[in-house]
């Protein structure tokens, strides 16, 4: 099996109720997924049709009822919840509508902070920090906070940082909802080299066509399940 073909995460069978009172709510019915290195995935379908249960399990932020994840070719259903957390630490990368940066940081400073968490000494962190924000245009950009940035420019910090660790996998939940159409479409373009060129696999949760467009593949949900 080639590298490029090579399942990041994959689930099997996978159901998930989530529990509101004396309400239950099925969020996922038997969902079966592979998502294979470098390709970038888009989830659509309606509000409460599975997307964000999908992003949470293959993100490891939350655990099925039933059924099998797969991460790298191992099941991950047995992590207790510090092997869950070095594991996403490591191996993932998110990016979030609202960017979600520290305002207090510099834009390098943001990037840097994964690195930082993982233990990665000063040096080799400025090296890569500097490589990646001069790959997602921003390295005239270092020292500023995020709030003297657009919004397009914020999101391409958040890429950056999500993409520092050379992560096998990246989360984006409605990573274009805030953006104009022009910036959108800077933001897309630069997922997608990025994604292939280092060959990070993105699960992208969205109601936008720009970015459905620009995907290697599109699956729709309705009522917890692929359609």
Not at 8 to 22: D, F, P, S
Not at 59 to 68: A, K, R, S, V, Y
Not at 163 to 176: F, H, N, S, W
Not at 203 to 208: L, P
Request: charged share 20%.
């Amino acid at each position: 099996m080639s590298q490029r073909h090579q399942a990041v995460v994959e689930l099997h069978g996978v159901h998930k109720t989530y529990h509101l009172g004396a309400h239950v709510i099925p969020a996922l019915q038997g969902v079966d997924l592979s998502v294979q290195r470098g390709e970038l995935l888009a989830l659509t379908g309606p509000s409460g049709s599975g997307k964000s249960t999908i992003l949470n399990l293959c993100g490891l932020i939350d655990t099925p009822d039933t059924g099998d994840i797969l991460f790298g070719g191992h099941t991950v259903n047995g992590m207790d919840e510090t092997q869950r957390t070095l594991l996403r630490r490591d191996a993932l990368g998110f990016v979030f509508q609202s960017f979600n940066l520290v305002p207090v940081m510099t834009v390098a400073e943001n990037v840097d902070y994964p690195l930082f968490l993982a233990g990665v000494p000063a040096e080799e962190r400025r090296a890569r920090v500097a490589a990646q924000l001069k790959a997602v245009g921003l390295q005239d950009h270092a020292h500023h906070r995020p709030d003297a940035l657009s919004g397009g420019q914020r999101q391409r910090v958040a890429i950056a940082r999500a993409l520092i660790k050379a992560p096998k996998l990246v989360i984006a939940d409605e990573p274009t909802a805030a953006l104009d159409s022009h910036t959108a479409d800077q933001v897309l373009d630069l997922m997608r080299e990025r994604g292939h060129a280092e060959g990070a696999a993105f699960v992208i949760a969205t109601h936008d066509s720009r970015l459905t467009s620009r995907c290697d593949r599109v699956l729709a949900l309705l009522d917890g399940k692929l359609v």
